[in-house]
Each structure stands twice: as C-alpha cells, then as structure tokens.
C-alpha cells in the first residue's frame, strides 16, 4: 500500500525512539494486524528496560537545554509540525483508519484534530500568562508564574492512535517540557508514523536529542513510565481499570497524573426536541468508530410521549447503514479492533438477553466477502430497564440502550446513574430544560451538550469527564496549566524587611 511506503513503515520497524534516533534491535515482538482484512501489516520491537532508561536519562538531559528555548520559539516548531502534518494527512489518515479500524473520513479527521491542536499551541506558546497581585507589605510585589515540569508521560488508547498523543504533546512541549510516548500495541504502526514525520521537523530546527520520545510494549512498558520518579506527570487514556492502576501508583510516589478513562454517555431526547437532530446526533454518536469512543453515545433517554416515534425513526436510520472496509467512503462502520473486542460485543448483547432486553435492532457478526478479519459486527439497539447491570459498563462496540422517562429530573438522574462521567447531551428547543441540563443540578458529566451528540470535541475546549472517567482535562481552555508547575514569586524592592506578627532582631 502506498501509504505505508510514503510513511517510511516497513515490515519491520524499531520500537524506540528518542525522535533522532531509533534505539534497539529490530524484531516481531509486537505485530499489528489490521482489523480491516485479518492481515499483518508490520511489527515492531518492544523496549526492553535498559533501553527504556536510556531513554528517560535522554528526556530529562534534553528538558535542561529545551526548557531554556523561549516558548515563542519552541511554538515555532510545533507550527512546522502542523505543517508537516498537513503534508501527510492523506497518508497517515489512510494508516489510522486501515490499522484501527474507523473509517476513512474519521482516520483524515483525527490527523486533522492534530494540526488543530498545534495550531492552538502555537497560540498558546505567547500566552503562558500568570497573575500579578497586591501585597500587604509596602514596598513590594507579588506575582505567580508557570514553569515547565520536566518528562512527561503519555499512555495512549487504540481508538485515538495518534490525536489524543498530540492534544498532550504538543501542550507539553509549548510549555517546555519533553515527552516520552508509549503508545497502544494494538497501534503501534500509527505512533511510528508521527515519529518519523516529527522527527525529521525536528532535525532541520535542531531540537535536542530526547524532546520526542517513543517505547513500545504492553503493560510492563506503562508501569514503568508509572513509577518512575523521573517523570514528572503521567497522562493515561483508556480504561477505568488500567487508570486506577496508573493512579495508585503515580499518587504513591506523590507525582501527578492526567487521566482520561471510560465513558456511558447518554442523550436526552426532550418532547420538544428537534428529532431529525436528534437521530442524527444519536446515530453518529452510537456508530462512529464502531461504538469504540470514549465519547461514544451508549444510552437514549427518550421522553415516552415521542418514545416510539424515535424507536421506529431509529429503525429507519439503522437500516441505511453501511458495514465494511472504513477505506471505502461509502461504508459507515469499520470493523471492531479484534476478536477480544468482538467476544466483548457478543457478550455483552447476550447479557443484555438475560437481563430483559429487547433488541429493536438484531446484532451479530458478518460473515463471507469482505468480512474476512471477523471484526465486522452489527450495529443493535435494545429497549432496557434503568435497573439492568449492562446498562451501567461501558462496551467498546456499537450497542445503543432506549430508556424512557416523563419528567426532566427524572431524565437527568438517569443520565447521572452510572460510575462513568464524561459526556453527556440533551436534544431540546426549551431554554429552560436546556439550562436545566446544563445546571448545577443538572449533568455530572465534564462535557454537557445542547443539540448535538455526546462523541466529538473542539480543540479550544477542555476534555474530559469525571467520576471513573477520572476528572483529568486535555486539549483546550487552561488544560495547558497541567503540564506546567505554579510558582509564587515576592520581590522586597523596599529597604526594610517586615516580619509576620511584628517580630523585631535587633541586629545594630
């Protein structure tokens, strides 16, 4: 395929880099599969422990020059980041969406989230602003500013391969920090393309050795970065179980984490809703990378005076739907990541089962041409009660639940029943239900929407949820403050120095 060659992927590729150098030997340690057609695309070599120190003791010697570089200036690298970006859209778009799954226009939408980010932290790199105060002593100033905190750790999930890496990166580096990136070893092909992209960006700039760091590995290669002291802030993405993990340990070494983890979003669908938004938002919300977004929609709660009229519009959009190879445009839904994804699916429908729930639209998975991997499920809806157990995990596949209510507060309290917290919509044309939502009393949830979906984000917003989605925030806004330490500083210009509670040395 074209795009692997423009993108420098071999059949073999090294699995650490210190973004001038590739460390290690090569070998199959880790092979990636694409979910599309069963077959192997390449492999790299995990990062053994020595390497991997090798690797840290590089970051923290290049912080010490890179931290020094004006932020203006470091701004102007990631710009040209952006910009290389922009040249090798189509071909690393094409390399997300045949490694993980989603389809084409999603795989050039997540590189596109990556230049948008750099955009924004070239911004950003001149408004890295603190605060001046007034002090009660005469003759002096108060004022606070932020300083880089030094290696920062990133831990990404497979369904992002490469956005969420950048919503981190490019913020720490701005700020001036250097990172190392453990990517998923579900798409570890992903992560060497922006390596390769990056670090050519960087040798024309001169950036030091260890800014861009990669390690590749399963578990053990995250509990290093984990608990390893030398790095200062640990960003994880993925599951509530593995960020507990993530965060017992960084908290046992009083270090900081970023953590951004599982989802069980829900739209309320309002009598007054619009409901030809509504169907929209809940169908891309539901299916958009085959149900695997921590954004993804899981739950409608469906007020019962339009509850069957949804049902049955629901139907309708369900069956236009389009499975298959995500590199044709004309398919809606890819495939799932793996077979673990897809015995999770069927798992999870036939618990439904047992539960009570009625399936408006049948899942499964296909079968014959085109269905080769055996990743490629059907989309389902069921009718559900509050009260099943299903309805409170997340699955990572396209498994959409219908729940009814009467009343407003009714509504939110379902929408708020679950252990997860990040996004959350209402689908209504009522500006008091809408504020309502959007209220204290209202969703529980990081990210509240009024007439659109649950999945998708802008860049210039915070993101990121609460309760087991693990109350961290990427991206926009003063996310920025994250990876940075705050200090506060006091300067005496005058020619005495006053001591609390009237203390007097006499020193004459």
Known sequence: MDFLKTLGIEKSNPGTSTGRAWLGPLSDDIASYSPVDGLLIGSTAATPEGTYNEVVAKAQLAFKEWRSWPAPRRGEVVRQVGDALRTSKDALGRLVSYEMGKSLQEGWGEVQEMIDICDFAVGLSRQ????????????????????????????????????????????????????????????????????????????????????????????????????????????????????????????????????????????????????????????????????????????????????????????????????????????????????????AYLQAIERCRQEGGQFLVEGGVLEGNGYSSGCYVKPCVAEVESGFSIVKEETFAPILYLLKYDGLEEAIALQNAVPQGLSSAIMTLNLREAEQFLSAAGSDCGIANVNIGTSGAEIGGAFGGEKETGGGRESGSDAWKNYMRRQTNTINYSTALPLAQGIRFDLN
Not at 198 to 224: D, H, M, Q, T
């Open 128 to 343: 890295l602003y603190g605060l001046t105060m007034h002090s009660e002593r005469p003759g002096h100033r108060m004022y606070e500013q932020y300083h880089p905190l030094g290696v920062v750790g990133i831990i990404s999930a497979f369904n992002f391969p490469v956005a969420v890496w950048s919503w981190n990166a490019m913020l720490a580096w701005v700020c001036g920090n250097t990172c190392i990136w453990k990517p998923s070893e579900k798409t570890p092909l992903c992560a060497i393309a922006c390596q390769q992209i990056i670090a050519k960006v960087f040798e024309v700039n001169n950036v030091p050795e260890g800014v861009c760091n990669l390690i590749s590995g399963e578990r053990a290669a995250g509990e290093w970065l984990a608990g390893d002291t030398r790095v200062a802030l640990v960003s994880a993405t993925g599951s509530t179980r593995m960020g507990r993990s993530v965060a017992a340990t960084v908290a046992g070494r009083l270090g900081r984490s970023l953590l951004e983890l599982g989802g069980n979003n829900a739209i309320i669908i309002s009598k007054d809703a619009d409901l030809n938004i509504a169907i929209t938002g809940a169908l891309f919300g539901a299916v958009g990378t085959a149900g695997q977004r921590c954004t993804t929609t899981r739950r409608l709660i469906i007020h019962t005076s339009v509850y069957e009229t949804v049902k049955e519009k629901l139907k309708q959009a369900y069956g236009q739907l389009r499975i298959g190879d995500p590199l044709d445009p004309a398919n809606h839904v890819g495939p799932l990541i793996d077979q673990a994804a897809v015995q």
